[in-house]
């Protein structure tokens, strides 16, 4: 399971980087996207994961005595999810207006910031 | 997509699913739910009887732009984070409780209103992008 | 209601974004309300600083969950005063928001979300939980990037494409080095993993962390081959806008970067080689772009990059008293930047233009204001007794006693190039004959603007000039702050203790 998601998380983000390398706008979004959830399966791959172990400790005891499902990488990842479902629907407006004004999906011919003013 | 199912089905999903919502968001304290999901799911309510009815009929329908929701639940929020430094002297979000049982809702504290507070920021939040983005032509 | 005094100033902002929400429409009533409550937040900032400074560090445990487990803030002397200087700024660009920025751009909300901003900084300086900074750096980027394509013109649009994706890499990055960290250790404290990473025996893995959070927080502080985003996107949102990322968005990478390599990845040889090489080619690329600009707004913008450099090299240096150096050229850095963003709206106000090549004559027309911008100009440039000459001195020197020359000869290099940058800007800007501008319609001129809205763009510039002057000329009440500072960062027993002791 470990090695499966370890190749999964890879994956993820060379696809992203890859996206993000391109030179089309809607191409730039999907690899955020991708390298996002390479970095949420990331977090909760090196959580550990456990199977069916909540993380409860036992009324007689003080202290765990197996290994237990933590549960903060999920807290995290949700808070991940959630800014990314913000940044992300930002994105997609601002490439939405980007497209309108500049008349162009390319990263290349995005040049005004370069020209001397 | 005006077909006559969705457009009569989506009057009835849409109390459904707010009713839906509010559930969704008061289980959350012990159970999965909570505000975020609860918010989406009331977003998502509006969002299918925009797709029913066209954009116009659901903001006739909420009256005030959505948007306003934002600050009210981020106020909301703010001030039950806020209540433990005024009520208890304990730092800011420490959970206040009503120590006793109330109906329907279990049990009564600082962390219900933190979460509605999000509750209504999700709404706003998620229909003022919907609605930005279906809108721009 | 005490214990908690250090995490009002972050309260505060969030109140007053709330309250700004509610006027969504009323523009006017948001720029008193934005001017009065950045009084405030710096009347409550001076006074956690005043605080801090006499008992020593604080914190406070959010929700009372005890540390490690739940977040902490602290506050030791370095947050406070970045604290500090962030309200000082923050007061300073919203009166000049109120005058500079037009009512079509006020009109989406300006005003809550430069307070969002400003408490995004505020929470990043307090915050001792590193997923906690994670939060607030992206409340920072999101409020910017708001801010960034407020008005939608062109360049702006592709300057804030350029922008958000670096940004957004950059926070993917920061949080795939603490998912790796998490991994290690199971910590998110940073005192915690202070001493958890110490022990941690696998230290390839620690070494990868490290270089990720030197690229996570590179790419905000714009170090060497990380920059691009910067000279892409400064130049093209109002001069307000500019001002406060110049001033604070770019300082609290590197404040990242002083707190987590003074704290919890201690004194690696290999990492302060690197900092030290890419220090070097930051100040180097910095100084020799900033140099072939025309605009005067890309000019600062290279400018910022090159005196990142000083920075980062004084923290690859990593003693006592380079240490103070850099907390005291970060000090001055803030306010400078803050300024010389200003300075640039109100070029453009009275012109039109920030091409150097078009302007000319503000000596001869403008004689009293060109005395007044002679300040910050020749502050960064480190004129002794103004407030850049001082921390060269620790830094220089430093580089002397650790035997790192080619930094030494990199920040002398680099005063040498800002003096020629901004010695040419003079001549160019402000002694060269006035040249015809073709006259913009529907531009509203300096001189047109009513009296009041004259005063908003110049007392800003006044304030942070005098704070500016207060540095250069007070330099032995800085340079006691940062040598306080400095010591509490190389003794960090003293901060991990305070977070960790939960009596």
Known sequence: MEILLAILVGLLYASGIYMILRRSLVKLIIGIILLGNGANLLIFLLGRITKGLPPIIPENSKVFLEAYADPVPQALILTAIVISFGLQSFAIILVKRAHKVVRTDDLDEMNATDEDS | ?137 | MMQQLIIYPLLFQLFLSIVLMFFWNKINAQKVISITGSIIAVLLSSYVFYYVWENGTQKVNAGSWDAPFGIVFVADTLAVTLVLLTALSGLAVSIFSAGSVIKDRLRFGYFPIFHFLLLGLTGAFLTGDLFNLYVWFEIIIISSFVLITIGGEKAQLEGAVKYFTLNILASTIFLTAIAVLYGLTGSLNMADLAGKVAAVENRGLVEVAAILFLIGFGTKASIFPLYFWLPASYHTPPAAVSAIFGGLLTKVGVYALIRVFTLIFVGDVFLGEILMVLAILTIFSGGVGALVQNNVRKVFSYLIICHIGYMIAGLGMFTEIAISGVIFYLIHDIMVKTNLFMVSGIIFKIKSSNSMRALGGFYANYPNLSLLIFIPLFSLVGIPPLSGFWPKISLIGEGFATENYWTVAAIVFASFITLVIIAKLWAEVFWKDAKEIPEKPKFEYFSDISKAKKTQFILPIVFLSLISLYIGFGAEHIQLLSSRIANELMNSEQYIDTVLNNS
């Open chain 2, 1 to 137: 997509m005006k077909t006559i199912i969705l457009r009569t089905a989506s009057n009835y999903l849409l109390p459904v699913l707010l009713l839906f919502s509010i559930f969704i968001l008061l289980r959350g304290h012990y159970l999965p739910g909570g505000g975020f999901v609860g918010g989406l799911i009331a977003a998502i309510a509006f969002v299918l009887h925009s797709f029913a009815n066209g954009l116009k009929n659901t903001k006739s329908l909420l009256r005030f732009h959505p948007g306003f929701l934002m600050p009210a639940g981020l106020a909301l929020s703010f001030f039950s984070g806020l209540s433990p430094i005024i009520f208890a002297g304990d730092p800011f979000m420490t959970g206040l409780w009503y120590h006793g049982h109330v109906p329907v809702l279990g049990s009564v504290g600082s962390a219900l209103f933190f979460d509605m507070g999000v509750y209504l920021v999700v709404v706003g939040v998620t229909l003022t992008i919907i609605f930005t983005i279906s809108e721009a032509p």
